[in-house]
């Protein structure tokens, strides 16, 4: 056999094994922290810590490439449910949800990389340019199917999701998810 087609498969379980590890690390980063071991991150992947190290030699580049992992995933959900929801609306509001659930991600992975970091400008301009033009086809269609009142920006609601999420840091008593259903149903035509 060729070396190319020897090496597709292990390509396939390494980035099968990468996906899985970003996976992991946004759930624990949720839960623990972005200073959570490494040891839990790569149990919850199933992989060793080495693996990790290899893929991710510093907690930063971690961090990162969680950060660009989340954004993928937000972006590549809003055309998949908007071709599955049953309405715009219904997509729209599902792709929300797991705006929400990145958004939750995002703010632990904000305390490590602070405005004025070169890293973080350049992941801001990523996460503008790769999900606000999903949001906006989000809404455009839900406009377009008449089920929410025209005029409201991509960015001005993700700005305001995204404001909302902020207040659930450190209070138990604040349903943030709660707010947001409250914002998306106020959307309603």
């Known amino acids: 056999m ?17 996906e899985a590890l970003l996976d992991a690390a946004a759930a624990i980063f949720v839960t623990s922290g972005v200073e959570a071991p490494v040891r839990d991150i790569a149990a919850r992947a199933g992989v060793g810590t080495a693996t990790i190290y290899r893929h991710f030699p510093t907690r930063a ?6 950060y660009r992992h989340q954004v993928e995933a ?6 998949a449910l908007l071709a599955s929801g049953a309405t715009p609306y219904t997509a729209l509001g599902r792709w929300i949800d797991l705006f929400v659930d990145f ?3 995002k703010h632990g ?8 970091n070169p890293g973080f400008d350049t992941l801001h301009a990523y996460f503008i340019d790769r999900l606000v033009p999903v949001c906006a086809r989000l809404l455009d269609a839900a406009v377009a199917s008449g089920e929410i009142r ?4 991509a960015y001005e609601l993700m700005r305001g999701i995204g404001n909302l999420c902020i207040g659930a840091n450190g209070d138990p008593h604040y349903d ?9 149903a106020g959307l309603r035509a």
Do not use: F, M
């Open 2 to 18: 060729e070396d190319g087609v020897v090496d597709k498969p292990r390509r396939a379980d390494a980035q099968r094994n990468k």
């Open 74 to 79: 937000c972006a590549e959900a809003g055309p």
């Open 61 to 66: 580049d971690l961090i990162i490439a969680v």
């Open 103 to 105: 958004l939750v991600t």
């Open 176 to 184: 943030a998810r709660r707010l947001v259903g409250l914002l998306v």
């Open 109 to 116: 992975l904000a305390a490590v990389l602070q405005p004025g």
């Open 150 to 153: 025209p005029g409201l920006r």
